[in-house]
Structures are given as C-alpha cells and as structure tokens.
C-alpha cells in the first residue's frame, strides 16, 4: 500500500477524496464530483495546459509523498500536481504505467510536462519525475508506439546518461526475479534490457543477438543474471557475456569451447611452406617423390636408403648436390605435379565459422568416412585434390580440419618428421579434451597402444557410433569395432578434439568397460574367453548384463553376469567358442539362441551376446536382455 496522507479541504468533498487516492492505487476514477471546478492551486496553471487536461473530475486534493507535501486534481485527460518543481500533468495514457510503479510513492512527482523525443528510430514522449524532494529529476515516463512505462532507479541512470540510442525505448516496467538464489530486477527495452543483481553496484545491458538469443533461450530463469558487459571474442568470432546459470554464452550457438582446448579457425588454413625432406622423413610428399623417381611407393612412404639412392642419382643427374635432401629447387626438378607445400598441406574447413559443435562432429565423421578404400600411407597426411592415402593421425588431423578446428600443438611435421609420432603427440595435447571410454561420443577419438609401454600412444580411430570406428590400417582406411586395436594391447584413453565445456581430467587405460554390478540374488554367469573371441577379426567388447530366465513374466528369475557383445548384420556367420551360448539381440529382447560352434545372424538382430551356455540354459527368446549402466 501506497504512504500517501490526503488531507481534505471540506467534509463535503469526502467523494473527491476517494478519487484522489488513484493516483496510487489505480482504482478508476469516479464519475465527476458535484460541484467539481479547477482548484486554487491550478487557476494560475497554462491555459493550454487546462484545456488539454478537460473538465475537472474531483476536487484538489493536498497530499504528502516521496518526501513533500502538494497538490492533485484529477482531470477528464489526466492528473494535475502542484509542487516545489512545478505544475505538472500526468496524462491519461500515461497513468497505468504510472500507477503500475505506485504511483507518487514509487515514480515521485512530475518534474516536467511531456516532451516529444526520438532515439533509437523511434519518436515518442517523456516526462521527468522526482521521489526526493531535493532532485529534479530521479526517473520518467516513457511513451512510444511500441508502450508506456516508467524508467527509474538504475535503469533510469542508464537512459539519462547513455540515452535513447543506446537503451533503447522500454517495453515494460522494471520486473523482480528470484533467480539462482539471488533477487534482481531487468527491464526490457527495444534494444535489449538492463539488469541488476540486489546489493550490486552494476547494472549490465544485454543488446543486440545476445539478448535475442537470451530470450530465446528462456531468458533470467534458464540462463541466470548477466554479470558482465558484452565483449566481442575473438577466438570465436563473436559477441559474447557471462550469465550465472549458463556461464560463457553467445550471440549464436555456434561452437566456442574452453581457451584450453583446440578452438574453431576463423578463416580458411593457408597451404603452408612445405618441409625439407631429409633422410628419414615420412609420407605424402615422399610419396609424390619416390613416384616421380620411378620408384613403386608402398605403405612405408620413408625416405630410406633406396629413396636416398634414387634422388642422388636423380640430382646428380639434374645438375643438383648430390645429397639426399629435397628442397625447393629439387622438387621442382621432380615435377611431381604437386606444389612444395604437399606436405604442409591442411585441409579446409566445410562449415562455416559458426557452425555450432553437432554440425562439425558430422562434417569431421563425413570426411573421414569419404576417405574409405584409400590406402593406408605411413606419415601420410593427405593433400589437395582426390587425397593419395592416410595413416591412422594425419585422417584425424584432416578431418579435424574438415570440421573447422585448429590446432596449436599439433600439425602435420609430427608425422613427417622421422619419429612419425603424431598419435602419440594427439594423445598428450592438452587442446584435446580428456573423456572416459565411458563418456564415449561420435566424433571421439580412441587411442591405442601397448601395455609395456604405458600411455604411449600407438594407434588412434574415429568413434562413429554402434559400436564402430573409421580409422586407417592395415591397407587401407575402413571401418571396423571400436574394440579392433590393429595389434596393440589396449586402449589407453580417448580425446575429444570439438570439446564441451568443464574441467578436462586424464583418463587411466583402459583395457575393458565393464560396469560394477548391483548386488542381487541372481546366479552369475561365466564370462568367456573374451580376450580371444573375435567376429570377423574383430575381438568382441566384454559387457556385463542381466536376462530374464525363460519368456518375460511375473514369475522370471533374472540371471546376471558377464559375456561378450558385438554388433552385427543380418545374415553375417562366425565361429564361436565351444560351450559358449550366442544369445541374437534386437531391440534390448532376444531374438534368436544358438549353443553351435558356427552361427548366422537372424532378421531382426542387431547385436550378440555370447556367454556360458551352463549358465543360461534357461535363456532363450523374448528373455529381456539389460545392460549394466
């Protein structure tokens, strides 16, 4: 309730009284009181001003508020108020917003009449108040096309200092949230709003794309207080704030991880300088080489010894040091048909700067899945045009490249350079994101290596989902289980090169994922050899799981335990162990059971499940099949 004291001239004007009290209430005012006729302290007012305010509706009224004492009178097309700053009107169209914030209490006392404005594009009126009797001016009225409201406290400081062309013209009165725990106030404005957090000092704007994308997203309730001024960033290329629930958040969605981790390029890679080749030096450009030597290049593109004596027979030949060196002017010789620069060769980008993370995770999977069938090329990094061959790092770092990612740490010379070490040097960048195989994503990268040797990194594939990654080996690029490790003992970790937000922690090997399994009264089931079954060369993943004895129903014991899983294709054949139970899955239910030493895949399966067949005799079609999480 409004503090107003309304002191009355005469007890005959008791009705004119309770019209008054409007002004903070913002109750309708009365029809017109008997008698009613423009007050003593109003017949000196603007003859203009009077005729525009009509016949007057009640008597004047003396009222004590926002810190002095004045006088009302309402009007057919407004209220009149007399006091130390003036004569001033509050008209109708004005009145809501001006009762809305309580009027004499909440905005304080006309300190202007209505004065025709523009900023912003638009063009509209505003009028000054004061809530302290010594100010002029602490908040207006705004009104425009697009609404009325009033302006004060700290959004009002914002208008008078910065103006209509920075603001905006509001859109609404100052609105309270209980966001986050903490109480604040934001106005909305035609270009954006002003925020402020109880008890802070700063007000923050919010304009432009961010405060669309804002409001788009949930605005105060789902992404919190803004607690900084908006910034352009220029690693991402955008225009960016902070807010307390949803941290770092852009003008777009686009993808914009942690300054630690590999960040997204804001033009396409220039082609590069081309390395010197010296003995021992690996992949595509050796390759282009040893070809325009004559030579017949297989998978170990290496400048070795007959590489070495074929290009100093060639630059004895050609007039050059008899070394075996490949600089510029012997690589022209060479004519390859390729540039220098094969070998700093970076692949550009196929999305555009503001792709968010998902369209660069498929753009990354795309490129490497179009590199299928080309032959596997020890150092092998690609080049322009239709790519020669990979190895297994230098897909991965073109097909990073693909998805628009940069790197810093790592590049195509570590897997020129003699050691030809670029998965090992992948593995340790602290720009990748460190994830659990548990957390395994599309778009992951997983990376192998041997026991003896610890967390030295020797293979690495692309994790695209089903169980299943690309990668290239052997001879060629392919796709084959997540769990195919071309040789090594183990996976000792994964990376995410388009990285999420949050802490990045190091990751143990990992040589299985086996879930803990939750404590019942349920027989175990054996696990079986699942270090040495294979499907297709490829070694089955051990999982633990829970079935159902017999067809699913009230009575159904549940057998829980560990085997092997795989995914497969209709109609596909394999060998299984014997003693060993293959449960065909589809859908979480089996499909089809077989205890054969050779099996073929049923319609309708997707996966396998191979256990103990003296631990499951009771396991068979439409048992429900449940994975430990």
């Known amino acids: 309730m409004s503090h107003i004291a309304i002191h009355s001239r005469a007890k005959k004007v008791a009705l004119a009284t309770l019209a008054a009290v409007v002004i903070s209430t913002g109750l309708s005012a009365p029809a017109q009181a008997e008698g009613a006729a423009v007050g003593a302290h109003f017949t000196t007012t603007d003859p203009v001003l009077l005729a525009q305010m009509g016949a007057p509706l009640a008597h004047e009224q003396e009222v004590t508020a926002a810190g002095q004492t004045g006088w009302t009178q309402t009007f057919e097309n407004g209220t009149l108020y007399a006091s130390s700053f003036g004569t001033y009107p509050v008209f109708n169209d004005a009145k809501a917003a001006f009762d809305g914030r309580q009027g004499l209490t909440g905005v304080g006392w006309p300190t202007s009449v209505p004065t025709v404005t523009s900023g912003d594009g638009i063009t509209g009126t505003t009028q000054s108040f004061s809530i302290y009797p010594t100010m002029r ?43 986050g725990g903490q109480v604040g106030w934001q106005q909305k404005f035609t270009r954006g709003l002003v925020s402020l957090i109880k008890d802070t000092p700063t007000p923050y704007h919010v304009q432009g794309d961010l405060y669309k994308r804002f409001v788009a997203t949930g605005d105060v309730a789902v992404n919190g207080w803004p607690t900084s001024t908006y910034q352009w960033l220029t690693r991402c290329g955008y225009w960016t704030q902070h807010f307390t629930k949803a941290g770092l958040f852009g003008a777009d969605n686009r993808w914009c991880p942690a300054s630690t981790n590999a960040q997204p390029t804001q033009a396409q890679p220039g082609a590069g300088a081309g390395y010197t080749l010296f003995s021992g030096y690996n992949g595509t450009a050796v390759y282009f080489a040893q070809r325009a030597l004559g030579m017949s290049p297989g998978v170990t593109t290496k400048l070795g010894p007959a590489t070495q004596s074929a290009l100093k027979s060639f630059k004895v030949r050609n007039g050059l040091p008899n070394t075996a060196v490949i600089d510029t ?301």
């Open 137 to 179: 001016e602490t908040g207006r009225i705004l009104t425009h096309a697009g609404g009325i409201a009033v302006v004060k406290g700290h959004p009002y400081v914002e208008v008078r200092d910065k103006g209509l062309n920075f603001t905006g013209w509001p859109l609404e009165n100052e609105v309270y949230h209980f966001v």
């Open 329 to 629: 002017a012997t690589w022209n010789a060479l004519k390859t048909g390729m540039p220098f620069s094969t070998s700093t060769w970076s692949k550009w980008s196929d999305v555009p700067t503001n792709a968010n993370a998902q369209q660069r995770i498929q753009a990354m999977v795309n490129y490497a899945k179009a590199q299928i069938g080309k032959p596997y090329m020890w150092g092998g990094t690609g080049n322009s045009g239709n790519p020669v061959g990979f190895d297994c790092s230098g897909l991965m770092l073109q097909a990073a490249r693909a998805a628009g990612v940069k790197f810093t740490q790592v590049s195509n010379w570590y897997d020129v350079y003699e050691a030809s070490d670029l998965s090992n040097k992948m593995f340790h960048s602290t720009e990748l994101q460190r994830v659990s195989m548990s957390d395994l994503r599309v778009g992951d990268w997983v990376f192998y290596g041997n026991k003896a040797e610890g967390l030295r990194s020797r293979h690495v594939a692309m994790y695209i989902g089903n169980g299943q990654a690309v990668q290239a080996t052997g001879t060629s690029v392919g796709i084959h289980s997540v769990y195919y490790t071309s040789g090594y003992d183990q996976i000792i970790g994964v990376r995410r090169p388009i990285a999420n937000t949050g802490a990045s922690t190091d990751v143990a090997a990992l040589p299985a994922m086996a879930p803990k399994m939750a404590p019942s009264n349920t027989t175990t089931v054996a696990p079986v050899q699942s270090p040495t079954m294979f499907i297709d060369n490829v070694p089955l993943a051990p999982v633990a799981v829970r079935v159902s004895a017999g067809k699913v129903n009230a009575t159904s014991t549940q057998i829980t335990g560990s085997g092997v899983i795989a995914t497969v294709g209709t109609g596909q054949s394999f060998a299984v162990p014997a003693g060993a139970k293959v449960l065909f899955i589809g859908g979480g239910w089996v499909v089809g059971a077989s205890t054969g030493t050779s099996v073929t895949v049923p319609a309708g399966a997707t996966q396998v499940l191979v256990v103990d067949a003296g631990k499951v005799a009771g396991v068979g079609i439409d048992s429900k099949v449940e994975y430990r999480k």
